[in-house]
């Protein structure tokens, strides 16, 4: 198959854009140095094939600054998650349990002491034609291509690397593999479900996810093997996979969450329509247009091979600046999820031509997107609606916020502005929003246990005290007897099926100070590491949590003699995030330009914090005692609205 119209687009590009194309070759040709003679090699050996030339051109145009790490730290550290996956001890979401004294062994390995092997200084002629004409090979065997233009062949299918991933021969391996798959289960000629079809696959063997060290990309031969890493990796897994086979993929991310602290990355595949849908281990269902995972992203952009324009002049060399803003390797596509919009924000002074989107942290107001300056108005393109967003100016060298917080509805602006002169009662039960993971750990290993009290230490005669029957919306769950019980012995059983999950467990008597508890009968800890240690169910902190090895089980404890019990609390496994009673919180509400102003400090009395707020503020309550977890909200109708609520 010929790409005629590519073919046509290509010369008329190469005409527009050869003097910087080939100043950009030069440089390259010059950086390889002793290696040069390789990557003209690749040039002759394609100058009577017009698009593979320009394939060869695109990559080493761009391959200055690419580069692998060699570093016998970092090959130990993998070689301890490949027998830590083969153990598989895992909880949660499939997060594998690495033992504590290898974390403590080699949890600081520090890029820094690894040496940097440059690909123009060792790639050879014969990897990048394979390459080059691997790649083209499966561009013209699927007929889902015909439609995929040269420019987006180079981005989605071309590259050979990803990242700082070793230099590898991968192609050919990943192909011959998932390409007969493919073959043998799928042999129509529709992109999404071709697409759909390898991600089933891939999702049913598994990968382990695992953040403990400080790791390069793992590379395209270890995660053959291996399915295990950050979702950094498990995204370039999907990328080796998918455009080995000819599957137009690209890995999207975004920097830092409007919602959850976090950055995070995902797969998509283009469509033959031009349309980017998520695809890879976020199953969703074939050819659907409503492919989300739910999470606010706020700005979102997409991990490129080629050089992207700059954001604004001198931002490559801006060392005031965040990475993220300074890369010239990525692209803003939040118009892709979002659509196309605009918000414009007065503002009343400006030092640059260019403005930042920032989103809230507890350090300060982030950076996650740039506009321009026109005149006294700053002006952003294709954000997230429904997110609350800051405006930054660069101030004498600093980011200051400048106007009020903002959210953008998709129809309309509304502004974060407090009125000091209507104050109104606001009554606060947390400090960050209760997310779905943190419903479903309140509720995952906990719902249908029992809790028994005996006389007897074999329980040979026991009553069922209590049974956790409805769902758990907070984390101290206090239970009350009408009348005082009578036990030496207590056993908490897990519910059928599932393992021992338990964060606190308490037993009072008239006064509020627990009855001591000594654990008698014991459950076997899911992985020998501290962080599952048995006693954490009785250490009086919320944070640590137990989990047991089996399901069906139990922990039994005893007071020592028998005594009377007029309550009981339990606390699953949580974020800790509700109001801790003995605490100490301080409210704040956002006044613009002048930054964050109290509305005073207060010891937690109950779980309910009460305190006068300004109507239509933005605000940010701190628990002064402890924890990290912190988010911005505004009260409607007398309820806490966290920005992950919009």
């Not at 083969?86 to 949660?92: K, L, N, Q, R, S």
């Not at 007969?180 to 799928?186: A, E, F, G, H, K």
Request: a negative charge; aromatic letters at 14%; proline letters at 4%.
């Amino acid at each position: 198959m010929i790409h005629i119209m590519s073919y046509i687009i290509l010369l008329l590009s190469c005409i527009a854009c050869s003097s910087v194309d080939d100043r950009q070759l030069e440089f390259a040709l010059q950086f390889a140095g002793k290696n040069r003679h390789e990557l003209e090699r690749v040039l002759e050996y394609y100058k009577k094939e017009p698009q593979k030339l320009a394939a060869a051109r695109f990559l080493i145009k761009d391959m200055p600054g690419l580069y692998s790490y060699k570093c016998s730290q970092v090959d130990s550290v993998k070689s301890v998650l490949t027998k830590e996956m083969e153990a598989g001890t895992t909880y949660g979401l499939q997060s594998i349990i690495i033992d504590d004294g290898l974390i403590k062994k080699w949890k600081n390995t520090s890029l820094e002491n690894c040496e940097k092997v440059f690909d123009a200084h060792i790639i050879t002629s014969d990897y990048l034609i394979e390459n080059i004409d691997l790649s083209f090979e499966v561009w013209n065997k699927y007929s889902w291509n015909k439609a995929l233009c040269f420019e987006d062949f180079c981005e989605l299918i071309l590259p050979y690397r990803l990242g700082n991933e070793p230099l590898e021969s991968w192609r050919k391996h990943y192909y011959e593999y998932y390409s007969s798959l493919l073959d043998s289960v799928y042999k129509g000629d529709n992109l999404i479900k071709a697409c759909d079809t390898v991600a089933k696959i891939i999702n049913d063997e598994g990968f382990f996810l695992c953040t403990d060290f400080n790791l390069p990309n793992l590379g395209a031969l270890y995660l053959k093997e291996n399915r295990i890493g950050y979702c950094r990796d498990a995204c370039d897994f999907i990328l080796y996979v998918m455009r080995s086979i000819g599957i137009p993929t690209a890995t999207d991310f975004y920097h830092y969450s409007p919602d959850n602290r976090l950055g995070h990355s995902w797969n998509v595949v283009r469509d033959t329509t031009g349309v980017y849908l998520q695809c890879g281990y976020t199953v969703f269902g074939t050819e659907t247009n409503v492919r989300d995972d739910g999470r606010k992203k706020g700005k979102v952009y997409r991990f490129c091979y080629g050089s992207q324009e700059k954001y604004f002049k001198g931002s490559s060399y801006d060392n005031s600046l965040p990475e993220l803003f300074k890369n010239r390797k990525i692209k803003d596509v939040t118009a892709d999820y979002f659509g196309q919009n605009k918000v414009s924000i007065p503002i009343s002074q400006h030092e640059d031509d260019h403005a930042f989107l920032g989103v809230f942290t507890i350090k300060g107001w982030i950076p996650i997107g740039v506009g321009r300056v026109e005149n006294d108005t700053a002006v952003f393109n294709n954000l997230e609606p429904n997110v609350i967003f800051q405006t930054l100016l660069n101030i004498n060298g600093h980011l200051h916020p400048e106007n009020y917080p903002f959210t953008y509805t998709g129809e309309k602006m509304h502004y974060y502005i407090p009125d000091l002169r209507q104050m109104e009662d606001a009554f606060l039960t947390r400090k960050y929003p209760i997310r779905f993971y943190t419903v479903n750990s309140l509720n995952r290993n906990v719902r249908g246990a029992k809790i028994l009290g005996s006389l007897h230490k074999n329980f040979s005669y026991y009553e069922i005290i209590y049974e956790i029957k409805d769902t758990v919306t907070t984390n101290r769950n206090i239970i009350n007897f009408t009348e005082p019980l009578n036990y030496r012995y207590i056993r908490y059983v897990s519910p059928k099926d599932k393992p021992l999950e338990l964060a606190e467990f308490s037993v009072y008597g008239k006064s509020d100070i627990p009855i001591p508890l000594h654990i008698i009968d014991s459950i076997i800890p899911v992985h020998t590491n501290n962080k599952f240690r048995v006693d954490h169910i009785i250490d009086n902190d919320p944070l640590t949590f137990t989990l047991s090895k089996d399901s069906t089980t139990f922990i039994t404890f005893d007071i020592g003699k028998v005594a009377e019990i007029e309550k009981l609390l339990f606390i699953p496994r949580n974020d800790e995030n509700f109001i801790h009673v003995g605490d100490m919180y301080e409210l704040f509400y956002n006044n613009g330009v002048n930054g964050w102003s109290s509305l005073g400090k207060q010891i937690a009395e109950s779980n309910i914090l009460k305190y006068k707020v300004p109507k239509g503020a933005l605000l940010w309550l701190r628990n002064l005692t402890k924890g990290q977890e912190e988010h911005v909200f505004y009260m409607r109708n007398d309820k806490q609205i966290f920005a992950a609520d919009l």
